[in-house]
């Protein structure tokens, strides 16, 4: 998610048009199976989870995207494009009523995932596993329509069709072309998905409509943590809400997200994840700096616009993220060593650059901060209580402070502090 936000973000920053269409695909084979284990109704049950993802999204300073059509409010766009695919003879109907589309009528066929007929057959025979692959005319063959079963409960639309529910592939396919046209301009997901996922969706609406899905595919690697792939049986596996609890800033789990390029893979790191705030403070003190400098003035024209040079540069080639990050730290640097004689118009321009900057990263935003020495001391006093194990001062300082304003958070960083 952190990686279509770099990409909406930089785009509006190079000035495009952006037109961003999330879908969320709330009927599919283990949102049914899971909603029933949990008892509740489907809806009730991805409605549950949608807002859990929403307000993760809001926690990493995601931006949401233009448009998040649901896959249960879609039916009838999938039942047309299907319809499309059974009248051209790409799609047929099993005794049972499912509806399949015939992979060997769709000739580039796994073009994506430069898949050639012997490896799509062991990928299918791989994959063999409902009692349905036996009406199927070639093993390769995917589901657009599953008939209803009863396994599906109340989950089931009557359609055209019959009474049944979409296969997961030709939901995205009308979902995006719905609302973005055909051909759109950039499809981003994760690089498992390139086969059958991706694959699929190009096949159903490329032999649907007879022209090109999508001009631009960017698959993000996985993301691994400690180098081992993140699973909960080797306890390896956080969600977001585990890594806050633990007391880590949400900005700092973004910059880590965001700093590794998209098609590599990200090796998630507590260790590493502890070091960000560092970086992060950097930005807020070099801004903060900006606000109250007093010089006689200094010519930052040529630092700032080579800094935006060198940033876009860098975006522009596919994203090159830590390019991108190392033009604003040479920026920062270079103006650090000047800042006693920035005049407060020198700044400006610098903070004007930076702000562009983090349109795109989305890290910077802080609360400035003005604590007098007072409060600082104070501050260091209840370390050192807490060093000596002093729990009753420690704490009798925290209520001081808390008397004047001041909230402390112990960190894995060790201890900050806000105002309330
Ligand atoms: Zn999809």
């Known amino acids: 998610?952190?990686?279509?936000?770099l990409v909406r973000r930089y785009l509006k920053y190079k000035g495009y048009k952006l037109k961003h269409v999330m879908n969320i695909t709330d009927v599919d084979d283990k949102t049914i199976r899971d909603s029933q284990k949990e008892g509740k109704s489907l809806k009730e049950f991805t409605e549950f989870y949608t807002e859990a993802f929403l307000n993760d999204l809001k926690t990493l300073n995601i931006e949401i995207a233009e448009i998040m059509p649901k896959a249960t409010e879609e039916i009838d766009g999938m039942v047309e494009l299907i319809e499309i695919l059974l009248d051209k003879g790409i799609a047929y109907k099993t005794d049972s009523g499912d509806i399949y589309f015939s992979i060997s009528k769709f000739k580039d066929y796994g073009k994506l995932a430069l898949l050639d007929a012997d490896n799509l057959k062991q990928n299918a025979d791989a994959r063999l596993d409902s009692s349905d692959e036996y009406e199927k005319d070639d093993v390769r063959d995917f589901a657009l329509w599953k008939a209803y079963d009863e396994a599906d409960g109340d989950v089931f639309w009557d359609t055209s069709l019959g009474k049944g529910r979409p296969g997961w592939h030709i939901e995205c396919s009308v979902m995006s072309s719905k609302y973005l046209g055909q051909p759109f301009d950039i499809h981003i997901g994760g690089v498992d998905l390139i086969?059958?996922?991706?694959?699929?969706?190009i096949a159903q609406s490329e032999a649907a409509?007879?022209?090109?899905?999508c001009n631009y595919w960017l698959h993000n690697d996985h993301l691994l943590v400690n180098g081992e792939k993140m699973s909960k049986s080797l306890g390896n596996f956080y969600?977001?809400?585990d890594l806050l609890d633990k007391g880590y800033d949400a900005k700092a789990i973004r910059y880590e997200l965001l700093s590794t390029h998209y098609r590599s893979k990200l090796d998630f790191r507590e260790d590493n994840l502890k070091k960000i705030p560092?970086?992060?403070?950097?930005?807020?003190?070099?801004?903060?700096?900006?606000?109250?400098?007093?010089?006689?003035?200094?010519?930052?024209?040529?630092?700032?616009?080579?800094a935006k040079k060198d940033f876009e540069k860098a975006m522009?080639?596919?994203?090159?993220?830590?390019?991108?990050?190392?033009?604003?730290?040479?920026?920062?640097?270079?103006?650090?060593?000047?800042?006693?004689?920035?005049?407060?118009?020198?700044?400006?321009?610098?903070k004007k650059a930076m702000e562009g900057f983090d349109s795109v990263l989305g890290v910077m935003e802080h609360e400035k901060l003005e604590i007098d020495s007072s409060i600082q001391a104070l501050?260091?006093?209840?370390?050192?209580?807490?060093?000596?194990k002093d729990f009753k001062t420690a704490d009798s300082i925290r209520d001081e402070l808390k008397e004047k304003g001041i909230i402390l958070e112990d960190t894995p960083n060790g201890v900050r502090w806000k105002k309330a």
């Open 195 to 201: 086969f059958p996922h991706h694959t699929n969706e």
């Open 209 to 213: 409509y007879e022209k090109k899905f």
């Open 316 to 350: 522009d080639d596919d994203f090159n993220i830590s390019g991108g990050l190392a033009a604003v730290f040479d920026l920062m640097n270079a103006v650090n060593k000047v800042m006693d004689k920035l005049s407060s118009k020198d700044a400006k321009a610098v």
């Open 278 to 306: 560092d970086t992060l403070q950097k930005f807020y003190d070099f801004l903060d700096k900006l606000d109250s400098v007093n010089g006689e003035g200094h010519d930052v024209s040529k630092l700032v616009d080579r």
């Open 239 to 241: 969600t977001l809400k």
């Open 1 to 5: 998610m952190v990686v279509y936000d």
């Open 379 to 388: 501050v260091n006093k209840r370390e050192e209580a807490r060093a000596a």
